[in-house]
């Protein structure tokens, strides 16, 4: 998978080059490539910016470098485009099943917005050579695109193949399972600060581990993700298992 990020900040984007994306990029599972959007102005003071049209607060981004940089990525005339992935406020909820859909595309690329955003005319551009869309990773204000672009990355690298090096809990995790939050995890020492670890973990009997486990995540979700758990639907086994 090719990746290209467009930001006026690209040394934000220093962390792709570390832990999981950045072995992937080493190992030539990932093509990431971030690209400095100033790098396509022309005056001396390399402005990316300008007034709203219409009033208002704050600056908003000129489509003359967003029009320059994707032409320049991805020629109109080139053998392919990209997916185009625009993080805004105003953009549909990144999901789990959103990043499997985009760990099936061949080359995505990210334009990270400042300001109030970008001008709408860029995604409307865009969107007539290459499929634009526009995402949202929480219902919180951002100064800018570069972390929710470091978010998706992530979610979308790890689902590829040889990233992780163990794809079985790729299924076990919250929102690609069975739809519950997981089950809380322990490890050694059995015993710590006097809190211990569940005895139900150490019996070896893998079948009551599994319920209990189950269980938890049941509880969890009902505690903490109450629209996930009608979601599921699943049979809670016992009217209190959800509350215990
Ligand atoms: N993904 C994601 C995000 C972002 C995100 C993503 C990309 C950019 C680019 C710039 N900003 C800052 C910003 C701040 C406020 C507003 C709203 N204004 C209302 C009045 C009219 C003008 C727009 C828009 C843009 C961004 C924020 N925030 N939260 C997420 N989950």
Redesign the pocket.
């Known amino acids: 998978m090719r990746l290209d990020v467009f930001s006026i900040f690209p040394e934000y984007l220093a962390a792709l080059d570390l832990s999981l994306v950045g072995k992937a990029a080493k190992s030539g599972l990932l093509d990431v490539r971030v690209h400095d959007l100033r790098d396509w102005t022309h005056d001396r003071h390399r402005t990316v910016d300008d007034t709203?049209s219409g009033g208002?607060?704050?600056m908003?981004?000129k489509p003359e470098p967003w029009g320059e940089a994707l032409d320049a990525v991805a020629p109109v005339d080139g053998p392919a485009q990209p997916r185009l992935i625009?993080?805004?406020?105003?953009?549909r909820p990144?999901s789990q099943e959103l990043a499997y859909e985009l760990a099936a595309e061949p080359w995505l690329a990210f334009a990270?917005?400042?300001?109030?955003?970008?001008d709408a005319r860029v995604a409307e551009y865009a969107g007539e050579r290459m499929r634009v869309d526009e995402?949202?990773?929480?219902?919180?204000?951002?100064?800018?695109?570069?972390?929710?672009?470091l978010?998706?990355v992530e979610a979308v690298a790890r689902l590829l193949p040889g990233v992780i090096g163990n794809p079985e809990s790729l299924a076990e995790e919250s929102h690609s399972g069975d739809g519950l939050l997981e089950y809380p995890v322990y490890t050694k020492p059995t015993s710590w600060r006097g809190h211990d670890v569940p005895d139900v973990l150490l019996s070896g009997n893998h079948a009551l581990i599994a319920q209990w486990r189950h269980d938890q995540a049941v509880r969890r979700t009902a505690e903490r993700r109450p629209d996930l758990l009608a979601a599921w639907g699943g049979v809670v086994a016992g009217k209190d298992d959800a509350a215990a």
């Not at 995402?135 to 672009?149: P, R």
Request: hydrophobic residues 45%.
């Open positions: 709203p208002g607060a704050g908003v981004m625009v993080p805004t406020p105003a953009g990144f990270c917005g400042r300001y109030e955003g970008i995402v949202s990773i929480g219902d919180y204000v951002l100064n800018g695109g570069e972390v929710a672009v978010v998706m």
